[in-house]
Each structure stands twice: as structure tokens, then as C-alpha cells.
């Protein structure tokens, strides 16, 4: 799988919908359970791009009690 997406100082947007801002620590805990084959942060563009892959033997993590960081 291949994400990228916005980090923190990167500017709000309303359409569509702009709630989230993740960093690398976000992406390596919300990816704990796969292979993070890269991981790299562009902090010119404030953005973050990760490729991971799921493993033979995934088991899902919880993630219902890690917070975000909320654009508001």
C-alpha cells in the first residue's frame, strides 16, 4: 500500500472535508502491524509518504485509543 498524506503546518482546506494532520510517528503507529518499506516526511511541503506492505501473519492492532491531530 502506498499513502501519502498532509502533516502538521500543512494549510486547512474546506472541500473536501480537512480534519487530519498525521506526522511519521503517527504512520509508524498506525502501520505497527504491516512492513514499512519507506517512510520519508518532505517538510517543504509538510507532507508524509509511506509504503507498506501487509505481512503473511497480520495481525490487526487497536487503534481505537490513539489520538490524532484534529485541524479545527
Known amino acids: 500500500m502506498i499513502i501519502t498524506t498532509v502533516s502538521k503546518g500543512y494549510g486547512k482546506h474546506d472541500y473536501p472535508s480537512d480534519f487530519w494532520?498525521?506526522?511519521?510517528?503517527?504512520?509508524?503507529?498506525?502501520?505497527?502491524?504491516?512492513?514499512?518499506?519507506?517512510?520519508?516526511?518532505?517538510?517543504?511541503l509538510n507532507t508524509i509518504f509511506v509504503r507498506v506492505r501487509k505481512p503473511n501473519d497480520f495481525i490487526e492492532s487497536d487503534l481505537r485509543v490513539y489520538e490524532l491531530y484534529r485541524v479545527t
Not at 23 to 36: A, H, N, P, Q, V
Open 21 to 44: 494532520r498525521y506526522e511519521l510517528s503517527d504512520m509508524e503507529r498506525i502501520f505497527f502491524d504491516c512492513k514499512i518499506e519507506k517512510i520519508e516526511a518532505d517538510p517543504k
